[in-house]
């Protein structure tokens, strides 16, 4: 049986993406650089901060966001809902991270990532 070890996500500045759902998920991280992947980079002309390729670790999956060229202007077929027992709050300090708001609803608020890409924030 496969179990589930990694989401990607296909963006446009990984780093900064990947910032973002690190502040905004509970128990997810930026996946530290040591000293062997800081010298892959420099090699590559590249640093943390114009990484490509960003990995977020959490309880139990990784969250990979990689740069790719621009993708066209489509409805996403899948988005994450996050959980929380104080929606208003929490849309606020998604908000002050860079989400923006698309509609809010009785159960769930629609947001977009500092990308665009959807997602929602639903009560408990």
């Not at 980079?41 to 966001?65: K, M, R, Y």
């Not at 899948?78 to 860079?98: C, K, N, P």
């Amino acid at each position: 049986m496969a179990r589930l070890k990694q989401i990607v996500v296909d963006c446009h500045d990984a780093p900064r993406l990947a910032h973002f759902w690190a502040a905004a998920l509970d128990g997810f991280h930026v996946r530290a650089y040591d000293d062997t992947e800081i010298d892959r980079l420099a090699a590559l002309g590249l640093t943390p901060e114009t990484d490509p390729t960003v990995i977020l670790d959490g309880p139990h999956l990784e969250i990979c966001f990689q740069k790719v060229p621009p993708p066209p202007v489509t409805k996403n077929p899948i988005h994450v809902d996050v959980q929380t027992t104080d929606r208003a709050t929490e849309v606020r300090r998604l908000l002050a991270l860079g989400a923006s708001i698309e509609a809010h609803f009785e159960e769930h608020t629609w947001m977009r990532d500092p990308e665009g890409n959807d997602f929602c924030v639903v009560g408990c």
